[in-house]
């Protein structure tokens, strides 16, 4: 459905269609994909996903299997790269799968990834290691020492974007934007409290440094 020669179109990193059924994921994806260059479009009736598609040429298409539009799309797609958002626990036929509930940053990188032609590779796909904490995007799972440690959603979000950036420092703002989705929808004082209970699970293992004056890394 598409070509080599259409994967950045008017200086974009290229058209992005997302067939997802839960309006509020939908924006989700969106507003990350976005943030990335991509041309993100949405749609929420399976029943239109199929003339969609053949509108837009897509470079890679978002699929939520539990739309209904499921296999029979993808075989209209041709070789459109598919990622399909697939039930905890289940793959699809689709090489490149991302289970819900999912991180916004892991659908992101798969998307990049199925546009690079890089299939993953279960043996390393989603692990980030800082020290003795070891976290996987995959499963969002989180062990210090082969401990696993039980964080909310927030938190798992919060340590996946620092440790994806180790030795990076990060203000109170940016991580606001990047893990809450806007700096304005709740105050700098929400990440110090965030990061406090991460520094309370992890333990002396946390891997979590705070820079006076301006915000906080992650040391690898």
Do not use: N
């Amino acid at each position: 459905m598409h070509t080599p020669a259409e994967t950045d179109r008017d200086g974009r990193e290229g058209i992005v269609l997302v067939i997802e059924h839960d309006p509020g994921v939908a924006d989700l994806a969106r507003l990350y994909l976005s943030r990335e260059g991509f041309d993100v479009h949405v749609v929420t009736d399976p029943a239109c996903a199929a003339a969609q598609a053949h509108r837009l040429r897509p470079d890679a298409v978002v699929l939520d299997l539990s739309t209904g539009a499921g296999e029979t799309l993808i075989r209209e797609l041709g070789d459109t790269p598919v990622v399909c958002v697939v039930p905890d626990g289940e793959t699809g036929t689709s090489p490149y799968a991302v289970p819900r509930p999912f991180s916004p940053r892991v659908l992101v990188a798969m998307v990049a990834r199925a546009l690079r032609g890089q299939a993953p590779d279960p043996a390393r796909e989603g692990l980030l290691r800082a020290g003795q904490v070891t976290l996987d995007t995959a499963t969002r799972t989180v062990t210090a020492a082969g401990a696993a440690k039980s964080l909310t959603a927030t938190e798992f979000d919060l340590l996946a974007f620092l440790m994806e950036r180790p030795g990076r420092v990060f203000t109170r703002e940016q991580l606001l934007a990047a893990v809450w989705g806007s700096a304005e929808s709740a105050g700098t004082r929400t990440v110090d409290v965030h990061i406090a209970q991460l520094r309370a699970k992890l333990g002396a293992l946390s891997p979590l440094r705070t820079v006076r004056g301006i915000g906080y890394a992650a040391d690898p």
